[in-house]
């Protein structure tokens, strides 16, 4: 095993993915601390090669880069094969992912395979005595716990998008770049991509959002987030939504904010009708300033708000959206 | 179509956060009094999608599990939502194993239970949430897996399966035999029928030990864990909400606005 430090680095459109800097930055840290080198995999169709002087100016060491057709959008088995080669090469201590929708297809498997530790979602990283310690909320959040690597093989987190810094930006940094030594294995696959589909949410997204303004069961039905849009469009906000509202049918997933929906982080995010249980705390709870409407004064969102208003947001939306209105005009 | 659903039994996680409670000194989540156990979320959304695939397609359904001897009070409940035959995995040497000792104990399990051509499990447990299980189970039995489905569709052997991503969705198409993992997109569970209640109650519920299984008892259990618990404890919230009240909830609201203006917040 060597002292470097992996990290599987992701794309957005023919950009790298935000969790590829958070990556980074926590990769450089861990990487300093073993003495090692930062050493990033990302695979892609032709052209993904451009990417990797944006990882280096992130402070990664060397990029592995696989361009492949195969690797033209995500199939566990192609990805698996490949990132299963790095690690095999470069033999890292340390192997990490982002909690994205291709991190955690991939990490589980790789760790089985190569009976490492295997931490999921963690908001923290460290080393102790050389072993890999990580702080992972559970229960959605109801309770925290702090875990460390007992193997004497490789170990694997996966990291909570938005819980770490981004990496600070270096430029002229240098660094190497390898192509990705790896061969298909003979034989017929048995999957193949067929296409990704974007659901356009129109406006500002999520997780880019500055202002977010979220709708729960507290709304009452779908129809009723026509208040929420009218004031997200004044604040030029994203507008999102918890579980409930979600299983409820009244809006799509893409909107759910929580473990298992978007994690956000705006500079305010209003809360309409949430509870705040705390599964959805913990896609909401990186916001800034937290701004709840609630009937029940007793529901937890008013624990993490900054600002409350007890009482019918049917009275109170239509009334805050004007004074934003008025206010944002001046 | 011959379908095995994985599931977990866990504690209810949608008890009120005051009745959650933690045993810091033991590392350990104290079950609150009066609530009973439930499935875990998307291994319920997991049992009624493979109920649904075989409403549709024919075949069996046999639901799995590893625990204790209360775990029957799920499978019963699988049962009685229409899967066809149960399982209870409970030795003690299968205590405490993490998701890959599980993994492992299933995967022994499938073996002996013999063919089938889909596996289907929850993503993401609603307790410890490693999310590592099935994923786990596909690779120590050389099975594809696609995960975090959202939508799945039969073509003869092979499926095409809708992954529900950040921000769309992407198509994948794999042949079976394969393992599939599921969240709260796919379907909502349905409720047992009083008549699948008493037929569960009839049913026989095998369990099996270690002894029926062939399985390397080094490779599961707390010894095998490759990560250790260090600390257990519930997050603190300070909980300083200022609370805006005017004559009126409207008048109230434009306090609100004028306070955000100042704070600079907008």
Not at chain 1, 14 to 29: N, P, Q, Y
Not at chain 1, 137 to 144: D, E, L, Y
Not at chain 2, 193 to 211: N, Y
Not at chain 2, 240 to 262: G, P, Q, V
Request: proline share 4%; aromatic share 6%; hydrophobic share 40%.
């Amino acid at each position: 095993m060597s002292k470097d430090v992996l990290i599987l680095a992701e794309t957005t459109g023919d950009k790298l993915a935000l969790v590829s800097s958070e990556l980074s930055g926590i990769g450089r840290k861990l990487a300093d601390d073993l003495g090692g080198d930062l050493v990033a995999i990302i695979l892609g169709p032709e052209g993904t090669k451009e990417l990797s002087k944006g990882l280096i100016s992130l402070g990664v060491d060397k990029v592995v880069v696989g361009e492949l057709d195969i690797f033209d959008g995500y199939t566990n088995s192609f990805y698996l094969q490949g990132i299963d080669a790095a690690v095999n090469e470069f033999s890292p201590h340390t192997f990490l992912v982002a909690n994205t929708s291709i991190g955690r297809d991939i990490a589980p498997r790789i760790a089985f395979r190569h009976d490492a530790s295997y931490a999921h979602d963690c908001t923290e990283l460290s080393y102790e005595d050389g072993k890999l310690c990580a702080v992972r909320p559970i229960w959605g959040g109801s309770a925290i716990s702090h875990v460390k690597s007992k193997t004497e093989n490789l170990s694997i987190a996966s990291l909570r998008a938005k819980a770490l810094p981004m990496a600070d930006i270096i430029e002229g940094r240098e660094g190497d770049l390898v192509e990705l030594n790896f061969s298909m294995e003979s034989g017929e696959t048995q999957m193949s991509f067929l296409e990704a589909k974007k659901v356009q949410s129109e406006g500002v997204r999520l997780e880019d959002a500055e202002i977010v303004v979220s709708g729960g069961r507290g709304l009452g039905g779908a129809e009723n987030f026509s208040h929420l849009e009218e004031l997200g469009k004044v604040l030029k906000a994203a507008v999102g939504a918890s579980r409930a509202a979600v299983d409820a049918g009244w809006v799509p997933t893409q909107m759910q904010v929580g473990q298992t929906g978007k994690i956000v982080s705006p500079n305010l995010y209003i809360a309409v009708g949430i509870s705040g249980a705390m599964q959805h705390m913990v896609g909401a709870g990186p916001s800034k300033n937290i701004v709840a409407i609630n009937t029940d004064a007793d529901a937890p969102i008013f624990q993490r708000a900054r600002y409350g208003i007890v009482g019918d947001y049917k009275k109170i939306i239509p009334a805050l959206t004007e004074k934003f209105e008025e206010l944002l005009q001046n | 179509m011959n379908i095995i659903v994985c599931i977990k039994q866990v504690q209810d996680p949608d008890i009120p956060p005051r009745d959650f409670k933690v045993d810091e000194e033991k590392m350990q989540i104290l079950p609150p009094a009066n609530v009973s156990p439930v499935i875990s979320t998307f291994d319920e959304n997991a049992v009624e999608e493979a109920i649904a695939l075989k409403e549709e397609h024919g075949g069996k359904v046999t639901v799995i599990t590893v625990g204790s001897e209360d775990c029957k009070d799920s499978l019963k409940k699988c049962l009685a939502m229409g899967c066809d035959d149960a399982i209870l995995l409970n030795d003690s040497c299968f205590e405490n194993s993490d998701a890959f000792g599980i993994a492992r104990i299933l995967a022994a399990t499938i073996k002996k239970v013999g063919e089938f051509d889909i596996i289907l499990c929850g993503r993401l447990s609603s307790d410890w949430g490693f999310g590592t299980t099935g994923l786990a189970l596909a690779e120590a039995l050389g099975l594809p897996s696609v995960g975090q489905l959202q939508k799945i569709t039969v073509e003869g052997t092979e499926l095409v399966c809708e992954r529900a991503l950040e921000d769309g969705v992407e198509v994948v198409k794999v042949k079976t035999p394969c393992l599939l993992t599921v969240s709260n997109e796919i379907n909502t569970p349905r409720l047992p029928s009083v008549k699948g209640i008493l037929m569960a109650s009839r049913k026989q519920l095998p369990i099996w030990k270690i002894t029926d299984i062939d399985i390397d008892e080094s490779k599961i259990g707390n010894s095998a864990n490759t990560l250790e618990l260090t600390k257990l404890y519930k997050p603190v919230f300070t909980g300083n909400c200022e609370f805006i009240e005017d004559e009126s909830l409207e008048e109230a609201a434009k306090k609100l606005a004028m306070r955000l203006r100042e704070d600079k917040i907008i």
